[in-house]
């Protein structure tokens, strides 16, 4: 299928480029209002932008958390949403079958940290021709990704982004080891820095993820300052109210004044 956007060109700005958006698609006035924020934010920045939203939660650590709204329903939102604003779009995989289906009506297809060794799925994505983003497994090095992009090249696609968001730290925290972006980046690919994930607390006694949102703008800095190409931000107007993942959003009216900051740091390392 050829792709609804034209392939899209990460490097080709001095700029870094955005990956934003709620961390599941709730409904569609939600997801355009959120959408025509970050848009409004970003083209007066002239930030490279990608609306991110998942069509469904596979992985939640309890049998009744929200997982979605229905696929097919939110993969048309997420179609309507770059149709409406000229964005590309991202959404994640889980299974190899949901990589045609899902590249139907996205741009970009994300492969969840805890499956970047899934072979199938890998393969299955980059036969898409879309543009596949693999997540770090927070288990793995950075030089083990590696082989994650070689399945991707040797699949026949050539249009790959790395995606660091962060290392386990014991059984209920996330670090984030920097020297991963640049061992990353030597593998010829853009690498994002996953500002909002890689600040969560898993395993919590509740079964709901906790977070420290107050640290988004501390890791979005320091991943700029050692030559990040791009950010994932998870933001919602109402993260206390999220249905996914609220512990560790940032709240959106903070967006702005977050990104002038890191322009100014990305100028200044040039």
């Given at each position: 299928m050829t792709p609804r956007i034209p392939q899209l060109k990460f490097t080709d700005t001095s700029n870094f480029f955005l990956l934003a958006g709620p961390c599941v698609i709730e409904g569609e006035d939600i997801a355009l209002r959120i959408a025509e924020r970050i848009v409004s934010i970003t083209d007066k920045l002239q930030i490279p932008y990608v609306f991110k939203g998942s069509f469904k939660k596979a992985n939640r650590s309890r049998g009744d958390s929200f997982a979605g709204i229905g696929d097919e329903k939110a993969l048309k939102i997420l179609a309507k949403v770059g149709k409406t604003f000229g964005i590309p779009t991202v959404t994640d995989i889980h299974e190899s079958h949901e990589a045609a289906m899902a590249a139907a009506f996205v741009d970009v297809l994300q492969i969840p940290a805890f499956l970047c060794r899934q072979t199938e799925l890998l393969v299955a994505a980059a036969n898409t021709g879309k543009v596949v983003n693999i997540k770090k497994g927070q288990f793995l090095s950075a030089s083990a990704m590696k082989f994650a992009v070689d399945k991707v090249l040797d699949a026949g696609s050539p249009n790959v982004i790395l995606t660091d968001r962060g290392n386990m730290?014991?059984?209920?925290?996330?670090?984030?080891?920097?020297?991963?972006?640049?061992?990353?980046?030597?593998?010829?690919?853009?690498?994002?820095?996953?500002?909002?994930?890689?600040?969560?607390?898993?395993?919590?006694?509740?079964g709901v993820t906790g977070g420290k949102p107050a640290l988004i703008?501390?890791?979005?800095?320091?991943?700029?300052?050692?030559?990040?190409?791009?950010?994932?931000?998870?933001?919602?107007?109402?993260?206390?109210?999220?249905?996914?993942?609220?512990?560790?959003?940032?709240?959106?009216?903070?967006?702005?004044?977050?990104?002038?900051?890191?322009?100014?740091?990305?100028?200044?390392?040039?």
């Open positions: 730290f014991g059984y209920q925290d996330i670090v984030v080891d920097y020297r991963g972006i640049p061992e990353m980046k030597s593998f010829g690919v853009p690498v994002v820095m996953d500002c909002t994930h890689s600040l969560q607390q898993p395993n919590q006694v509740s703008e501390t890791i979005a800095k320091a991943a700029i300052a050692v030559g990040a190409d791009g950010l994932f931000i998870e933001t919602h107007p109402d993260p206390a109210n999220a249905k996914s993942d609220g512990a560790n959003m940032l709240q959106i009216d903070l967006l702005e004044d977050l990104l002038v900051k890191l322009i100014r740091i990305r100028e200044a390392i040039q």
